[in-house]
């Protein structure tokens, strides 16, 4: 039985990703704040609605997808009802698993992911990191559950924060860009809805491209640019910008935050 704390939209996608992969719903319980919330799980999916508590001692694998600063809270409602030897695969940004360890019996086996948004459409980019007592087989049970919706990879706990900046908080970063190329799309007298599917598909493309080819980025850029042409006069643009170096600052900031919100 998996049990997931807290399904608001990534404990949402995550289950349906793995219901969509084969799982039953009878081998699924979820927990939700309100009661609403819960019935339209129920209604939608047919999977089992419980308290914290109950989920805690039912489940052999409990995934707490709450919000980082909901975390002790969950934690103290658990504690007097993990068993030991009991999974728990936290999707809280910055909460270390030590955090975890100290507010559950000892002997619980906890694994900490950064996944993101993708996961809605089961491209999502989930990086691992085992706990004290998590090993081989709870690593690998963690991939089998995220598997279904993305890519998964293990990484040392100490490059969680990182993950965080880079591939957690990465959509955000294309989805910016895109609505500043939308936007000179626009400004250069172009619709917007044309715009907007111009670069969509050139996004999906390169990323495609950089996925299947192998190449590293910087060669696929070169292809694109031709001497005294108009795309090494727009990454001209871009240098003199610095915009390389904004978008290093922008990640290192979201990884210094991601420690913050770890430190409480």
């Given at each position: 039985?998996?049990?997931?704390?807290?399904?608001?939209?990534?404990?949402?996608?995550?289950?349906?990703?793995?219901?969509?992969?084969?799982?039953?719903?009878?081998?699924?319980?979820?927990?939700?704040?309100?009661?609403?919330?819960?019935?339209?799980?129920?209604e939608r999916?047919?999977?089992?609605?419980?308290?914290?508590?109950?989920?805690?001692?039912?489940?052999?694998?409990?995934?707490?997808?709450?919000?980082?600063?909901?975390?002790?809270?969950?934690?103290?409602?658990?504690?007097?009802?993990?068993?030991?030897?009991?999974?728990?695969?936290?999707?809280?940004?910055?909460?270390?698993?030590?955090?975890?360890?100290?507010?559950?019996?000892?002997?619980?086996?906890?694994?900490?992911?950064?996944?993101?948004?993708?996961?809605?459409?089961?491209?999502?980019?989930?990086?691992?990191?085992?706990?004290?007592?998590?090993?081989?087989?709870?690593?690998?049970?963690?991939?089998?559950?995220?598997?279904?919706?993305?890519?998964?990879?293990?990484?040392?706990?100490?490059?969680?924060?990182?993950?965080?900046?880079?591939?957690?908080?990465?959509?955000?970063?294309?989805?910016?860009?895109?609505?500043?190329?939308?936007?000179?799309?626009?400004?250069?007298?172009?619709?917007?809805?044309?715009?907007?599917?111009?670069?969509i598909q050139?996004?999906?493309?390169?990323?495609?491209?950089?996925?299947?080819?192998?190449?590293?980025?910087?060669?696929?850029?070169?292809?694109?640019?031709?001497?005294?042409?108009?795309?090494?006069?727009?990454?001209?643009?871009?240098?003199?910008?610095?915009?390389?170096?904004?978008?290093?600052?922008?990640?290192?900031?979201?990884?210094?935050?991601?420690?913050?919100?770890?430190?409480?």
């Amino acid at each position: 039985m998996i049990a997931i704390l807290g399904a608001g939209k990534m404990g949402e996608a995550l289950l349906s990703g793995v219901l969509r992969a084969g799982r039953k719903p009878s081998e699924l319980m979820v927990t939700t704040r309100r009661e609403e919330r819960g019935a339209l799980l129920r209604e939608r999916y047919g999977v089992q609605v419980a308290t914290n508590a109950e989920a805690a001692a039912t489940a052999d694998t409990l995934v707490l997808a709450v919000k980082p600063q909901d975390m002790d809270t969950l934690l103290a409602e658990l504690t007097d009802h993990v068993p030991a030897g009991r999974l728990v695969i936290s999707l809280a940004a910055g909460i270390p698993t030590a955090f975890i360890e100290e507010r559950l019996p000892e002997d619980v086996a906890v694994v900490r992911v950064m996944s993101n948004t993708p996961v809605h459409v089961d491209e999502a980019m989930s990086v691992i990191s085992a706990g004290t007592h998590a090993g081989e087989e709870h690593l690998k049970l963690t991939e089998e559950l995220l598997t279904p919706v993305g890519k998964v990879l293990r990484i040392p706990e100490s490059l969680q924060d990182a993950a965080t900046a880079l591939s957690g908080s990465g959509p955000a970063y294309f989805y910016y860009l895109v609505e500043a190329m939308v936007d000179a799309g626009i400004l250069l007298g172009m619709p917007r809805a044309a715009a907007l599917e111009m670069v969509i598909q050139s996004a999906v493309g390169a990323a495609v491209m950089l996925r299947d080819s192998g190449d590293h980025p910087v060669m696929l850029r070169e292809a694109v640019t031709s001497p005294a042409g108009t795309t090494i006069s727009a990454i001209r643009e871009l240098e003199r910008h610095g915009v390389r170096a904004a978008v290093i600052e922008a990640i290192e900031a979201a990884r210094d935050r991601g420690r913050e919100l770890g430190a409480g």
